[in-house]
């Protein structure tokens, strides 16, 4: 689980998208949360990256208009 920290425009209307920047095999990302209230989105892996391996996040928040 990684924990990001965005700036407070989030609303419950936002979305986040994320991806792994290269192949690590067997480590995915499983979903992402939004937590509006503290600015902050959570993303969650599969596993733990493995010992002596570095992963490097690509991610994107987006609002909804209804």
């Not at 986040?16 to 979903?31: D, V």
């Not at 992402?32 to 209230?37: D, E, F, K, M, Q």
């Amino acid at each position: 689980m990684t924990l990001i920290e965005v700036d407070d425009s989030l609303t419950a209307g936002s979305f986040a998208l994320a991806t792994i920047r290269g192949h690590i095999p067997g480590l995915w990302i499983e979903g992402v949360s939004v937590s509006p209230s503290n600015g902050k989105i959570t993303i969650y892996f599969n596993k733990a990256v493995p010992a002596g391996k570095t992963v490097t996040v690509g991610w994107l928040v987006a609002a909804s208009s209804n």
